[in-house]
């Protein structure tokens, strides 16, 4: 240990907030394994766990509360029976649900004295900012990529929120979200890139397609392939495609039916998801569907295939690719395992801080490689970095100028593009301000006659002024509506600034068909920080972690020695 470390002793009184704390821990993946363990042997008695995902073979390389006779089962439950094994005292409860559940309500939230995040994506991160703040309860969020990861205090009215500054485009996707849940076009688009790899280029076991819970292709009539130990062999799904030769209705089959059976048959993944649909290659090579040749553009770029078409492509596609095999690299930087426990070391540390309400010994914390510039690995934030007054989450008054055509977008592309997938709301209700008209409402069916009617045929007009607010996460929203025209082709269907005092400057470039493009890039050109440094280039797959501007970081010395990087405070009587 270097000169400025000294030993971790837990005082006196932290010991009794420890004993005293309620902690929930959102996700059990790489991190969340690792908090898990920390917890339990640092003697918090009261913790809950909630994840959605199962485990997949490919998490146990990092994963290490589970092991191979887990494979299938649920990752929060897994982990409570495993962590029981550290300390069989405590008291441990498993929810294998989503997070967006509407039972997990801001009540919910209100009962814990800490929320510790370990998620994978950042819709999930978005909502349990938001139900944080609105129970106004300490959130530790965390996460890593590669050989870098973050620990960051939000805390309302002390800290800025998660959503506060912008964040870097998001690259790449979890491998749970690919395989399980895939719910936008670019996931389909990623699932097959994973497969190409899968059968014919570069193997990563991160990029499995399968659910890969039940391991089928490890089962030879019936049975799964054992070592002489009486372990499971597992079977790649190369290997497995080439036993199978390559068979275009046998890979149909897995890929179409067998799993889509498999992810049906978990029916928490369905409870607020539209249920995919099996297909089978018997009845996909007869089935035609679509429009014919005749009644479509005569461009063939135009045509829509029949679903037969589709799996005679599938299998020509195959049968070519088998004689000309690639190597195809990949772009996903997994999590590593180091990197894991070093980042949810310190998120135990800082919750040991938080319990004692010593917030302001809880700047944002960075775990970087070291390089040729420096060898410091660990670096904090001077301070904690305050909320941003334009934030349109956490502001008192939260407002954002929404740019749309309102003569052509439709309600329900409104509710689904704008404030679901673009605002994260999860549950919206919206009202025409003024007017007293209901345009959108969260309960089932009572707006869905608007649903394919344009905004301005309900009065909505450039000038109007929307009021949202979302019931679940206990978030309101002023939405100032701006009339946009694209110009050009490639021009976004929207944009919004969630900065006031930008508007006429912004409305300006709008008007001349020059506006940024209002998408995490846009965010990031409007603010007045200096540009992010080369870590927001980073892809995030294991777990995504928000960015910090360069202007925030504390610079690096690289005389510093190794020994002196991490300095604990001391935490004695």
Same mark, same amino acid.
């Given at each position: ?307 037969? #078409?589709? @799996? ?6 195959? =049968? +070519? $690719? !088998? ?130 009617? #344009?905004? @301005? ?6 000038? =109007? +002024? $929307? !009021? ?106």
């Amino acid at each position: 240990m270097g000169k400025n470390t000294v030993p971790c002793v837990l005082n006196n009184d932290l010991k009794t907030q420890i004993m005293k704390a309620k902690i929930l821990v959102v996700g059990a993946g790489g991190i969340g394994c690792e908090i898990l363990k920390n917890l339990s042997l640092s003697g918090f008695q009261d913790i809950e766990i909630i994840d959605l995902d199962t485990i997949d073979v490919s998490n146990l390389n990092r994963q290490f509360l589970f092991r191979k006779e887990h494979v299938g089962k649920s990752k929060a439950v897994v982990a409570r029976e495993s962590i029981l094994t550290f300390n069989s005292t405590i008291n441990v409860k498993a929810y294998h649900d989503s997070i967006f559940n509407p039972e997990y309500g801001v009540n919910f939230f209100k009962q814990f004295s800490l929320i510790l995040n370990a998620l994978d994506n950042r819709a999930a991160r978005n909502h349990v900012n938001r139900m944080c703040l609105a129970a106004d309860i300490p959130l530790i969020e965390s996460g890593t990529a590669g050989y870098s990861g973050q620990v960051e205090l939000i805390k309302k009215g002390v800290t800025q929120c998660y959503e506060c500054q912008p964040k870097s485009q998001q690259r790449s996707f979890p491998g749970c979200t690919i395989r399980n849940t895939p719910s936008e076009p670019v996931h389909c688009i990623v699932w097959a890139k994973h497969l190409f790899n899968q059968l014919f280029g570069e193997e990563d076991p991160d990029q499995e397609v399968s659910p890969d819970t039940e391991d089928p292709e490890l089962k030879k009539d019936g049975t799964f392939t054992e070592t002489e130990s009486g372990n499971v062999k597992r079977t790649s799904t190369r290997q497995w495609a080439q036993e199978i030769k390559y068979d275009p209705e046998k890979l149909f089959n897995k890929f179409f039916q067998d799993d889509i059976k498999y992810l049906l048959s978990m029916e928490n993944l369905w409870k607020t998801r539209k249920p995919p649909v099996p297909i089978s290659w018997e009845k996909s090579i007869k089935q035609v569907d679509g429009s014919s040749d005749k009644e479509i553009a005569n461009s063939v770029d135009m045509q829509i295939w029949s679903l037969s #078409k589709c @799996s005679q492509v599938f299998a020509d596609t195959v =049968s +070519i $690719l !088998k004689e000309e095999l690639g190597t195809i690299a990949g772009n996903i930087i997994p999590a590593i395992a180091t990197a894991n426990a070093l980042i949810a070391g310190l998120v135990v540390l800082y919750a040991f801080r938080v319990l004692q309400d010593e917030f302001q010994k809880c700047p944002a914390i960075y775990l970087r490689q070291k390089s040729v510039y420096s060898r410091v690995i660990l670096a904090t934030d001077n301070d904690l970095q305050k909320a941003n007054p334009n934030c349109y989450v956490c502001s008192s008054k939260p407002l954002v100028n929404v740019f749309v055509n309102v003569n052509n977008m439709t309600v329900n592309e409104f509710e689904n593009e704008i404030l679901k997938n673009t605002l994260n709301m999860v549950a919206p209700d919206v009202i025409l301000d003024g007017k007293g008209v209901v345009v959108i409402s969260s309960e089932a069916g009572e707006t869905e006659v608007n649903n394919n009617k #344009k905004l @301005s045929e309900l009065g909505i007009i450039d000038g =109007s +002024i $929307l !009021k949202a607010d979302d019931f679940l996460q206990s978030y309101e929203l002023t939405i100032n509506i701006n009339h946009y025209e694209a110009k050009e082709k490639d021009d976004p269907l929207f944009k919004f600034i969630a900065n006031p005092a930008e508007l006429k400057a912004k409305q300006d470039g709008v008007e001349n068909g020059t506006a940024v493009k209002m998408d995490d890039d846009s965010k990031k050109e409007s603010s007045n920080e200096n540009e992010d440094d080369d870590d927001n280039d980073l892809v995030f797959v294991d777990n995504d972690f928000p960015q910090a501007s360069s202007s925030k970081r504390r610079k690096l010395n690289p005389s510093v020695e190794d020994d002196d990087l991490i300095l604990l405070e001391e935490l004695v009587d």
